[in-house]
């Protein structure tokens, strides 16, 4: 198995033991994203909405620097402190993925990194180029 670590200025660094994406033939694993400004590494000023938006700004840029698109993901996994949140999380997932949506799971969690309100991670397929 030949596996290549994806990492990208323009997402948040790794903040412990792992890489932001690891790429494996053509299927990259994301780690999970959190709202950190990749410039800063500090958590984004806000609410839940504003958070929410980062965390998909940083998976989009995992994903682009993996050679894909954050519409390459067939499966992504949220985690937020409260579910509560959910129908805002569906509102800005829209706004990034486009039909067919990749398969998720969602789950409310005690803590997160850092206690910030959403992580979220996922699986990508990068399509073969002809």
């Known amino acids: 198995m030949m596996k290549s670590i994806i990492s990208t200025e323009n ?3 790794a903040i412990g033991t792992y890489s932001q994406a690891v790429k494996v033939s053509n299927t990259v694993y994301l780690s ?3 709202p950190l400004i990749p410039e800063t590494m500090e958590v984004i000023d806000g609410g839940f909405k504003e ?3 980062q965390v998909f700004k940083n998976l989009v840029a995992v994903c682009e ?3 894909g698109s954050i519409n390459d993901m067939v499966k992504v996994n949220i985690f937020m402190t409260d579910l509560s949140n959910f129908s805002t999380v569906n509102e800005i997932m829209s706004q990034y993925f486009l039909e067919p ?3 998720r799971a969602a789950v409310q969690v005690s803590r997160l990194p850092k206690d910030v309100e959403i992580e979220i991670d ?3 397929e990068i399509p073969n180029v002809a």
């Open 11 to 13: 997402a948040p660094g």
């Open 32 to 34: 999970g994203q959190i």
């Open 51 to 53: 958070q929410t938006e």
């Open 65 to 67: 620097a993996a050679g």
């Open 101 to 103: 949506y990749p398969a």
């Open 122 to 124: 996922g699986i990508m």
